[in-house]
Structures are given as structure tokens and as C-alpha cells.
């Protein structure tokens, strides 16, 4: 499997720095680092925007709580193996 260097967050650009802010607000909890995932999305903004934007749409309210569409989250992930 591929795999990219994970950069510490005091690497990257103001402009990510905010990112990992929200990212805390996010998750609620104050991380020593961002989670892994957040800092390799925020080191391509092309990409990692985008998939912040659909991350929000989909744990938005709608007939299945956050809590529970965090649970599928984390089923799929175990099912295929994610270390994240």
C-alpha cells in the first residue's frame, strides 16, 4: 500500500494551521496533533477541501444522528482493514 510521509502540523501553512483548528472544533477534542488523516488531506488543499466539504454533508442532520453515522464509520473501516 502506498504511504505518504505524515508531516507534524507545525509544517504546514497558516492557511492549514485554521483547517486543524476547525478540525479540533470538529471533533470536539484537543489533540496534541491533528488526526493523521486531516494532516494529509490538509497538505493538498485541491484535494483534501473537496472531501472536507463531503465529509460535512454527510454527517450532516438527517434521518440517522452523527453518532450513528460515525458508527457505519467506523464498521466500514474495520471491515477493510483501516488502521485510521
Do not use: I
Not at 6 to 29: D, G, I, T, V
Amino acid at each position: 500500500m502506498p504511504t505518504v510521509r505524515l508531516r507534524s502540523a507545525a509544517e504546514y501553512p497558516a492557511a492549514a494551521q485554521k483547517l486543524f483548528e476547525l478540525s479540533r472544533a470538529w471533533f470536539n477534542h484537543d489533540f496534541a496533533e491533528p488526526p493523521a488523516m486531516s494532516r494529509v488531506m490538509a497538505w493538498d488543499p485541491g484535494f483534501g477541501s473537496p472531501h472536507g466539504r463531503a465529509m460535512k454533508r454527510a454527517m450532516a442532520a438527517g434521518e440517522f444522528t452523527r453518532a450513528q453515522k460515525e458508527m457505519v464509520a467506523v464498521v466500514v473501516s474495520g471491515v477493510n482493514a483501516c488502521s485510521y
